[in-house]
């Protein structure tokens, strides 16, 4: 399985940008595929996951109501849309993806493929 992110940039305080994760290989077990970030010195964290058959998905608290995770089953790829940035998403954003369920589909634990990461910057 491999994973390939993009869309990162830099933007200025409440703008958007939308991230692309494209699945390839042998995806049929990436039931679950989400959204981390990991910003200088702290560790990644969870901020969104797609139940890839039912398209259900499941926010971190920071990110609720900014950040819309959507997929595309055609293209085997999943989105994150993050509106009203901040200075403080600025991080590198990792998608994932593993054959996980619940409250492990919210944790670094649930997750087996990983992309390569790409730099959000959100200027103030």
């Known amino acids: 399985v491999q994973l390939q992110a993009s869309g990162g940039g830099v933007v200025q305080a409440g703008g958007s940008l939308r991230l692309a994760c494209v699945f390839s290989?042998?995806?049929?077990?990436?039931?679950?595929r989400a959204w981390f970030r990991q910003a200088p010195g702290k560790e990644r964290e969870f901020l969104a996951t797609?139940?890839?058959?039912?398209?259900?998905?499941f926010y971190e608290d920071s990110v609720k109501g900014r950040f819309v995770l959507s997929r595309d089953k055609d293209k085997n790829t999943i989105y994150l849309e993050m509106n009203s940035l901040r200075p403080e998403d600025t991080a590198v954003y990792y998608c994932?993806?593993?054959?996980?369920?619940?409250?492990?589909?919210?944790?670094?634990?649930?997750?087996?493929?990983w992309g390569q990461g790409t730099q959000v910057t959100v200027s103030s």
């Open positions: 290989g042998n995806t049929f077990s990436t039931y679950a």
């Open positions: 994932a993806g593993g054959a996980s369920s619940g409250t492990t589909a919210r944790t670094l634990a649930g997750y087996g493929y």
């Open positions: 797609i139940n890839w058959s039912r398209g259900t998905t």
